[in-house]
């Protein structure tokens, strides 16, 4: 079964680092685009990226550009995501996310998320 194992979050001071990772399994990992969503306290979850299934190319949403970098390695099935200049504001609960389709069919995947705090 599809299985997707987010890590790597915690507890970060303001203008620190993070990498998440994601573990996926159970599915051509490599055929499909893997998304990063957020969700915070209070707030509906967000994308806040989107990476390919060659990994050429990532769409991030417009408050994590340039901040925030994703990127994949097909032969670990392991989606990162890289965030820089972490913010109070990008304290939020992350979650793998992918989106499998059929002819007829598509499912989508989540993780268990890991929790991102930004805090001094």
């Known amino acids: 079964q599809v299985q997707l194992v987010e890590s790597g979050g915690g507890l970060v001071q303001p203008g620190g680092s993070l990498r998440l990772s994601c573990a996926a399994s159970?599915?051509?990992?490599?055929?499909?685009?893997m998304n990063w969503y957020r969700q915070a306290p209070g707030k509906e979850r967000e994308l806040v990226a989107t990476i390919t299934g060659t990994g050429g190319s990532t769409n991030y949403v417009d408050f994590v550009k340039g901040r925030f970098t994703g990127s994949r390695d097909n032969a670990k099935n392991t989606v990162y995501l890289q965030m820089n200049s972490l913010k109070p504001e990008d304290t939020a609960m992350y979650y793998c996310n992918v989106l499998l389709r059929g002819p007829y069919w598509s499912s989508d995947y989540w993780g268990q998320g890991t929790q991102v705090t930004v805090s001094s």
């Open positions: 159970g599915f051509t990992f490599s055929s499909y685009p």
